[in-house]
Nanobody, 124 residues
Framework: QVQLVESGGGLVQAGGSLRLSCAAS????????MGWFRQAPGKEREFVAA????????YNTDSVKGRFTISRDNAKNTVQLLMNELKPEDTAVYYC?????????????????WGQGTRVTVSS
């Protein structure tokens, strides 16, 4: 069992930066691949970024490549999403998710545990 709590969301102007954090509890965190997803109003939840359990491999969706960076600290049971050059289209509720496997997944259905989300609003 893994419990996830996101923080770090807020209101930022276009071009600005935010760092989201996900605090995890549960004995299996270090053996879990982790991901960030987002859901904009009226849209389906979509994949943003993911990281393997060691942190050695990451993957970002095309729309955030070069702007967002996912990282993790297994000693602190945290996963971060550093978001730079934010755009109004990045506005969404961002969710942290964990898988009961070691490898990256990009689909919502591949993740077993979810946080409650943190809202990010980017003004133009």
């Amino acid at each position: 069992q893994v419990q996830l709590v996101e923080s770090g969301g807020g209101l930022v102007q276009a071009g600005g930066s935010l760092r989201l954090s996900c605090a995890a509890s549960g004995r299996t965190f270090s053996r879990s691949a982790m991901g960030w997803f987002r859901q904009a109003p009226g849209k389906e939840r979509e994949f943003v970024a993911a990281i393997t359990w060691t942190g050695a491999n990451t993957y970002n969706t095309d729309s955030v490549k070069g702007r967002f960076t996912i990282s993790r600290d297994n000693a602190k049971n945290t996963v971060q999403l550093l978001m730079n050059e934010l755009k109004p289209e990045d506005t969404a509720v961002y969710y942290c998710a964990a898988r009961r496997t070691l490898v990256i997944g990009t689909d919502v259905d591949e993740y077993d545990y979810w946080g409650q989300g943190t809202r990010v609003t980017v003004s133009s």
